[in-house]
T-cell receptor, first 111, second 114 residues
Framework: DQQVKQNSPSLSVQEGRISILNCDYTNSMFDYFLWYKKYPAEGPTFLIS?????DKNEDGRFTVFLNKSAKHLSLHIVPSQPGDSAVYFCAADYQGGKLIFGQGTELSVKP | DVKVTQSSRYLVKRTGEKVFLECVQD?????MFWYRQDPGLGLRLIYF???????EKGDIPEGYSVSREKKERFSLILESASTNQTSMYLCASNSLTGERNEQFFGPGTRLTVL
């Protein structure tokens, strides 16, 4: 039972445009969400997070939106750059300290 | 900077071999985790540890065991490697007092079982 789902395995965007990566979850007890970025042959690195008491968190070009009623979060990257090409994982807090990850979305930003 | 290191980047083993994957973190983190990453399945938690000599099963512990004798070191053991354990293995750590639940990952070990 996949509690965190990223339904788009891949996304292709033109440089300078907006990238929107989506994530859905099923467990209403999740209260903290994170996005990780992963390059090939490297470990994931933390990108941005959001608490369930907020609906938006922004850090530079990256913004995460949370819609609790829809159990949906999204990551916006504006403007997208070729260096943003990577696999993006969303993750939900589960039993304090443990994370449940989605399947990942591979973003390709074309020059 | 937080550093999580893994003993090998690439490993090739034979079916039935005992395999040890080592992970070391230098930030005095209480929590350590082992995941495997497979295409289309994301990161799945194998085992985690909240303290020295303590371990708990994650979502897919079958075929694996772990050891945490020192706070900085967390080992994943494949008792008898099988081809379905071919995967990318990722170690992570975090602190109960740090940024809430942000986990720091090592570079990963790509294990191939023939």
């Amino acid at each position: 039972d996949q509690q965190v789902k990223q339904n788009s395995p891949s996304l292709s965007v033109q440089e300078g445009r907006i990238s929107i990566l989506n994530c859905d979850y099923t467990n209403s007890m999740f209260d903290y969400f994170l996005w990780y970025k992963k390059y090939p042959a490297e470990g994931p690195t933390f990108l941005i997070s959001i608490s369930s008491i907020k609906d938006k968190n922004e850090d530079g070009r990256f913004t995460v939106f949370l819609n609790k009623s829809a159990k949906h979060l999204s990551l916006h990257i504006v403007p997208s750059q070729p260096g943003d090409s990577a696999v993006y994982f969303c993750a939900a807090d589960y039993q304090g300290g443990k994370l449940i990850f989605g399947q990942g979305t591979e973003l390709s930003v074309k020059p | 900077d937080v550093k999580v290191t893994q003993s090998s980047r690439y490993l090739v083993k034979r079916t039935g071999e005992k395999v040890f994957l080592e992970c070391v973190q230098d930030m005095d983190h209480e929590n350590m985790f082992w995941y495997r990453q497979d295409p289309g399945l994301g990161l799945r938690l194998i085992y985690f540890s909240y303290d020295v000599k303590m371990k708990e099963k994650g979502d897919i512990p079958e075929g694996y065991s772990v050891s945490r004798e020192k706070k900085e070191r967390f080992s994943l053991i494949l008792e008898s490697a099988s081809t379905n354990q071919t995967s990318m293995y990722l170690c992570a750590s975090n602190s109960l007092t740090g940024e809430r639940n942000e986990q720091f990952f090592g570079p990963g070990t790509r294990l191939t079982v023939l």
